[in-house]
């Protein structure tokens, strides 16, 4: 099994829809989430931290559920400029930090 | 955030030679690691830049292949070296600036090997 996974999609969704991706992880012992936006030829650009209780920026909600070991991102009334691939993040961190990155999602907003 | 900067943006090498990445950031920072991204696939750590010591490996990274320097708390290098096609990727450092762990990306190197 990965370490992480994640549906590598293309999910193809008209604009104004509310889409949801999920990733989930392997090592109980991961501590810190993240989900990256990444552009086509760009780098990764953190879009934002997942807590445990939850947040909330804008269109954009992040869940993490460690019971079930998923991490969650919703993107409600999709725009044309949320084309992009969604990279889902975990983090082991003691005395060596050990991050793994998911395959990452591809998202198309359709006009 | 971080201002991060890598040179080159991108070079076209024959097999054989080495290439040296240069990372620079804008302010120190705690951690800075070097990743690769081959086509179509996600983010390898390859390696965590160490201030003052020999850099952290991953699993299927050596020092004689990859090394890297941290001459200081805002820069580093990575030298790809005796290249093959297969090391054709591009390459991205990323720095973290607190205990948050939230990684700020350099714009990469796009290295292409002949």
């Known amino acids: 099994r990965k370490e992480v996974e994640q549906d590598p999609g293309p999910f193809n969704v008209p604009e104004g829809a509310t889409v949801a991706f999920n990733c989930t992880y392997s090592n109980s012992a991961s501590q810190s989430f993240f989900w990256y936006r990444q552009d086509c030829r760009k780098e990764p650009k953190l879009l934002m931290s997942v807590y445990s209780s939850g947040n909330e920026d804008g269109r954009f909600t992040a869940q993490l559920n460690r019971a079930s070991q998923y991490i969650s991102l919703l993107i409600r009334d999709s725009k044309l400029s949320d084309s992009a691939t969604y990279l889902c993040v975990v983090n082991v961190i003691g005395g060596y930090q050990k991050v793994t990155f998911g395959i990452g999602t591809k998202l198309q907003v359709i006009p | 955030s971080a201002v991060i900067s890598q040179k080159p943006s991108r070079d076209i090498c024959q097999r054989g030679t080495s290439l040296t990445i240069q990372c620079q950031v804008d302010?120190?920072?705690?951690?800075m690691f070097w990743y690769r991204q081959q086509p179509g696939q996600s983010l390898t750590l390859i390696a965590t830049a160490n201030q003052g010591s020999e850099a952290t490996y991953e699993s299927g990274f050596v020092i004689d292949k990859f090394p890297i320097s941290r001459p200081n708390l805002t820069f580093s290098t990575l030298t790809v070296s005796n290249m093959s096609p297969e090391d054709s990727s591009i390459y991205l450092c990323?720095?973290?600036?607190?205990?948050?762990?939230?990684?700020?990306f350099g714009p990469g190197t796009r290295l292409t090997v002949t």
């Open positions: 990323s720095v973290v600036r607190d205990r948050a762990y939230e990684q700020y």
């Open positions: 302010s120190q920072v705690t951690m």
